[in-house]
């Protein structure tokens, strides 16, 4: 059992754990992942590193309550612990000094941005953070990404707080600015990642996206969590999680995350019990 050392709720629905997982946090990188099981029984659940400390041996993970096995997640308390906790997962972030960088993170995307931001800050790149959210209430690690970023704005869809609008609002600000942008780094939903890939288009800056397909195994065997990236298919567990977004098909993405969305509202009606005829 990985137990649970900490845990805070960011905000409604969202929680903040960290799990006592030393060899996770050995060789934990910014930009990896980790698939976790709640219980034994528990389907598979992949979340993005938010956080890492090797001398504690713990990893920071971050997520939203959206279904039945995030939920419970979310009813686990300090003390409790999850079945299983692999990785890390998936290649780490390219991190070296290029120059300005801007990190975009929409939502729960700030939780995953926060070390990619900070390792580019300790590389000596000029870091120029973005973070959005509907309200006032869902933005999460305001003050943490505020320390590691040398510009920070804060948009919100309601106006409640920081400045009413978009993130892609921001950023083309930035990109008509005459101080060139060497890289964008994006994650958050998948609608504003598209969005900021075709923001960034014009101006021909290279615009990395972190994606979160379906994903059962993790290891590129079962084929879930297929991307269709330039004339490729690729598998976001080992390929990615991150890929030029210029080049990824967001529409059938999109399409493929549906696939499941009935199944998941029967899973949450019914607690995640299996109603199969198999089961006796």
Known sequence: MYKIIEKKILSQGVNQLVIDAPLVAKKAQPGEFIILRVNENGERVPLTIADFDREKGTITIIFQEVGNSTRLLGELEVGEGVADFVGPLGHPTQIEKMGKIVCVGGGIGVAPIFPIARGMHQAGNQVVSIIGARNRELVILEDDMREVSD???????????????????????????????????AIGPVVMMRAVAETTRPYGVKTIVSLNPIMVDGTGMCGGCRVAVGDKTKFACVDGPEFDGHKVDFASLMARQRMYVEQEKQASTEGGKCQCHCQK
């Open 151 to 185: 510009e920070l704005t804060i948009t919100t869809d309601d106006g409640s707080h920081g400045r009413k609008g978009l993130v892609t609002d921001v950023l083309k600000e930035l990109l008509e600015d005459d101080e060139p942008i060497a890289e964008v780094i």
